[in-house]
């Protein structure tokens, strides 16, 4: 159950939640899709501006994938490590992204980067705004998979009270319009809840894609 009744009656403009939108056949097609990427994008961890390192893995595929280091936040066509570039994003997980967005009024999105973020059972996230695209009136389309998460949706301000929604394994989320620029986070991971075991799924973790027009 959502930690909301009426989740659709309180989520602000511009965020679309599909709880469960996802079967498990389909979770299960995504991940193997995830697996052949990771293979040729393999998992790293960001180091931030500040020298120190992220708590969580990540790779992305697309054109475009975003990377850290100390010369900050940014998307870059190579991988920082191998200095290949990005696989493309998968065929299916880019036509259910573009349809979560037309069905939240964002007509004729394409993605044009995905961000592959790997949460082991105590990853966390916290508060940000993902300011780092070009254009602004493209959505970002968020997909869970794995374990459950308790994901902060906060205002405009980092100070701002925080809504705190779980997302469990195959919710969509698509946030956009006026609330693009909201800062959002994830909290904490709830171990042992997946509905799905797949090898690349981190143990007692979750794997988030984040569809992305970084351009």
């Not at 079967?23 to 501006?49: G, K, N, V, W």
């Not at 916290?126 to 493209?138: M, P, Q, S, T, V």
């Not at 709830?190 to 090898?199: A, K, M, N, R, V």
Request: net charge neutral.
């Amino acid at each position: 159950m959502s930690l909301f009744p009426d989740l659709a009656e309180t989520l602000p403009d511009g965020v679309h939640l599909w709880p469960r939108r996802l079967s498990h056949s389909a979770q299960m097609a995504l991940l193997d899709d995830i697996a052949r990427t990771l293979e040729a994008a393999p998992p790293y961890r960001p180091q931030m501006r500040t020298g120190a390192y992220v708590i969580n893995r990540m790779s992305n595929c697309g054109p475009l994938g975003w990377i850290s280091d100390t010369r900050g936040y940014r998307y870059e066509p190579l991988h920082p490590e191998t200095g290949r570039a990005w696989p493309p994003i998968p065929v299916e997980l880019a036509r259910i992204g573009a349809d979560c967005a037309r069905e939240s009024g964002f007509a004729d999105y394409a993605a044009d980067a995905c961000l592959i973020n790997i949460y082991e059972a105590c990853g966390k996230l916290n508060l940000h705004r993902d300011y780092d695209e070009a254009d602004f009136r493209w959505p970002v389309v968020s997909f869970s998979l794995g374990a459950d998460a308790e994901f902060l949706l906060g205002g405009f301000k980092r100070t701002d009270p925080a809504q705190r929604l779980i997302l469990r394994s195959g919710d969509i989320l698509v946030f956009g319009g006026p609330s693009r620029l909201r800062y959002h986070g994830v909290r904490k991971i709830f171990p042992g809840t997946s509905p799905i075991d797949h090898p690349a799924l981190p143990l007692g973790g979750r794997i988030n894609l984040t569809l992305r027009r970084a351009r």
